[in-house]
T-cell receptor, first 111, second 115 residues
Framework: AQSVTQPDIHITVSEGASLELRCNYS??????LFWYVQSPGQGLQLLLK??????LVQGIKGFEAEFKRSQSSFNLRKPSVHWSDAAEYFC?????????FGTGTSLTVIP | EPEVTQTPSHQVTQMGQEVILRCVPI?????FYWYRQILGQKVEFLVS????????KSEIFDDQFSVERPDGSNFTLKIRSTKLEDSAMYFC?????????????FGEGSRLTVL
């Protein structure tokens, strides 16, 4: 069965520090992978996606993610976090006619 | 930029009442979805809809739930007799090509509170 694991429930980083949010998936074939961000009281906004090709994908707001097939991972990174990045981040896998979401990682940014 | 719109943004209802959540997907999209997120939990798939019929549904989507595309623009989720555990944020999404080849565009959600 398909699944998405985000092992970090909550991460706190200082503004300006680098960030890496982990995502592991379980799927028989090469999945379509996504990262979404949810600000408090808001909907889900797509940060970036991987379908095929270059395994390092660039997204909005300075985020990037790297697909590593050998590790079944699709970790999200940002070199320098801004206070406005505080939000909930969801990794998702597109498989069949469904999206499977991870449980999310809550990011707190401290000054 | 085209977007998925949902109404109402927040609805409070009494247990046992019927609720209809409305969505206007992006106009050239063909695949429509409802997801829900119970407070503090992950986003869960409810149902997908294509070519005027349900293409897939989860265990959550029982007989109390129904979806409809009553006209060319709206996509609705009806909960016939709400329960306390239906309290959640409900997200509508649409896609041009389905999840296998296209991304999902999500609305901002409708928060349902069942008292």
């Amino acid at each position: 069965a398909q699944s998405v694991t985000q092992p970090d429930i909550h991460i706190t980083v200082s503004e300006g520090a680098s960030l890496e949010l982990r995502c592991n998936y379980s799927y028989g074939a090469t999945p379509y992978l996504f990262w979404y961000v949810q600000s408090p009281g808001q909907g889900l906004q797509l940060l970036l996606k991987y379908f095929s090709g270059d395994t390092l994908v660039q997204g909005i707001k300075g985020f990037e993610a790297e697909f590593k097939r050998s590790q079944s991972s699709f970790n999200l990174r940002k070199p320098s976090v801004h206070w406005s990045d505080a939000a909930e981040y969801f990794c998702a896998v597109g498989a069949g006619n469904q999206f499977y979401f991870g449980t999310g990682t809550s990011l707190t940014v401290i000054p | 930029e085209p977007e998925v719109t949902q109404t109402p943004s927040h609805q409070v209802t009494q247990m046992g009442q019927e609720v209809i959540l409305r969505c206007v997907p992006i106009s050239n999209h063909l695949y429509f979805y409802w997801y829900r997120q119970i407070l503090g939990q992950k986003v869960e798939f409810l149902v997908s809809f294509y070519n005027n019929e349900i293409s897939e549904k989860s265990e959550i989507f029982d007989d109390q739930f129904s979806v409809e595309r009553p006209d060319g623009s709206n996509f609705t989720l009806k909960i016939r007799s709400t329960k306390l555990e239906d309290s959640a944020m409900y997200f509508c999404a649409s896609s041009e090509q389905g999840t296998n080849t296209g991304e999902l565009f999500f609305g901002e959600g409708s928060r349902l509170t069942v008292l």
